[in-house]
T-cell receptor, first 115, second 114 residues
Framework: NAGVIQTPRHKVTGKGQEATLWCEPI?????VFWYRQTIVQGLEFLTY????????DSGMPKERFSAQMPNQSHSTLKIQSTQPQDSAVYLC?????????????FGSGTRLLVI | GDSVTQTEGQVTVSESKSLIINCTYS????????LFWYVRYPGEGLQLLLK?????QKGSSRGFEATYNKETTSFHLQKASVQESDSAVYYC???????????FGSGTQLTVMP
């Protein structure tokens, strides 16, 4: 079991460029979550998929951010026209079912730096 | 709004000494949230340390314990004798039953001195 795989581990983009972050959940896990971690805001929920369908994106910034899960094996988080304030560690997690009585398994994260 | 407070950003303890990391939560619309401690060891991803979903119960793992106290809305993490390998960042978190959102505290960096 390789765990939740996130790529790339580190990404540096110039202001205004697009960034795409990838997440491969654990095989068989039907729920996928994205979180963002910054020094100022800490760990914040972004969005949640269950069986590939978007269930809750209440934590996603209204502009420039989008997430997709085109198949069971991966999810992407895309940030258009990146800004320095988007710099953060983006964490993906998966679980067997979509409730928190099940354990999340987190990936190691993608550290995004926008310069 | 809902929040988790970890008052200590950094804690340094000598090996074999006892540890307590404080955690209190404020859940405005949740009567009995589920409570969690997550840990991030150096170079690794965030992982679940322990969880308690019933008020009054205690969770334990790897020598750590935490008791869900609904009266004080606290979920302090304790260990009787820490080891150098316990050095990590510890996060307290909660969710409402059946909810998928975790509300995290700011984390506590634990350093255990040999």
């Amino acid at each position: 079991n390789a765990g939740v795989i996130q790529t790339p581990r580190h990404k540096v983009t110039g202001k205004g460029q697009e960034a795409t972050l990838w997440c491969e959940p654990i095989s068989g896990h039907s729920a996928v979550f994205w979180y963002r971690q910054t020094i100022v805001q800490g760990l914040e929920f972004l969005t949640y998929f269950r069986n590939q369908a978007p269930i809750d994106d209440s934590g996603m910034p209204k502009e420039r951010f989008s997430a997709q899960m085109p198949n069971q094996s991966h999810s992407t988080l895309k940030i258009q026209s990146t800004q320095p304030q988007d710099s953060a560690v983006y964490l993906c997690a998966s679980s067997l079912v979509g409730t928190l009585n099940s354990d999340y398994t987190f990936g190691s994260g993608t550290r995004l730096l926008v310069i | 709004g809902d929040s988790v407070t970890q008052t200590e950003g950094q804690v340094t303890v000598s090996e074999s000494k006892s540890l307590i990391i404080n955690c209190t939560y404020s859940a405005t619309s949740i009567a009995y949230p589920n409570l969690f401690w997550y840990v991030r060891y150096p170079g690794e991803g965030l992982q679940l340390l322990l969880k308690v979903i019933t008020a009054g119960q205690k969770g334990s793992s790897r020598g750590f314990e935490a008791t869900y106290n609904k009266e004080t809305t606290s979920f302090h993490l304790q260990k009787a004798s820490v080891q150098e390998s316990d050095s990590a960042v510890y996060y307290c978190a909660f969710s409402s039953s059946g909810s998928w959102q975790l509300i995290f505290g700011s984390g506590t960096q634990l350093t255990v001195m040999p």
